[in-house]
């Protein structure tokens, strides 16, 4: 953990299934609802492919 810093950050892969899980603290993700594509997932992040996979399989 970085001086001064709060938490500790979460891994890429994890912070990526928490924000799909808590609907990223809105109601965009309601139940039965259809998650964004891989490709709308890897350019919403920013992210490589490995981590959202990684993010999808957890």
Do not use: W
Request: overall charge positive.
């Amino acid at each position: 953990m970085r001086a001064g810093a709060g938490t500790p950050r979460l891994p890429d892969r994890r912070r990526i299934a928490q924000d799909l899980h808590d609907g990223n603290g809105s109601s965009e993700y309601t139940p039965r609802a259809k998650l964004p594509s891989f490709r709308e997932l890897i350019t919403r992040y920013g992210m490589s492919a490995e981590p959202v996979r990684s993010a999808l399989l957890s």
